[in-house]
């Protein structure tokens, strides 16, 4: 699904999803710092989620660029989930 973004985080949240069913925990590597908005996704069913962030910088822009789910803006749309607590 390369370049298609909406196509990979549906792929992605439904893959973390089925691993949680599954009882397992999914261990992700990779990708760019959008990748956690659809792995917060596929754990909606969790109940509360704490994030713990380590970085240099706070991924908390709006939309950068005009991109609402880019790599500038993961911690702010995972805020906006009710099962995330950050």
């Known amino acids: 699904m390369h370049g298609d973004i909406q196509g990979s985080f ?4 439904y893959a973390v999803s089925k691993i ?7 261990a992700i590597m ?11 996704r596929g754990l909606k ?6 994030v713990i962030q ?5 991924d908390w822009s709006d ?3 005009g991109q ?3 790599n500038g ?3 702010r749309r995972m805020s906006e989930m009710s099962h995330i607590k950050v």
């Open 10 to 13: 549906d792929a992605i949240e």
């Open 20 to 26: 949680r069913e599954k009882g397992a925990i999914p």
């Open 30 to 40: 990779g990708g760019d710092h959008s990748i956690s908005i659809p792995i917060a």
């Open 45 to 50: 069913d969790e109940g509360d989620v704490t």
């Open 54 to 58: 380590l970085d240099a910088h706070l």
């Open 63 to 65: 939309a950068p660029g």
């Open 68 to 70: 609402r789910f880019g």
């Open 73 to 75: 803006s993961p911690m």
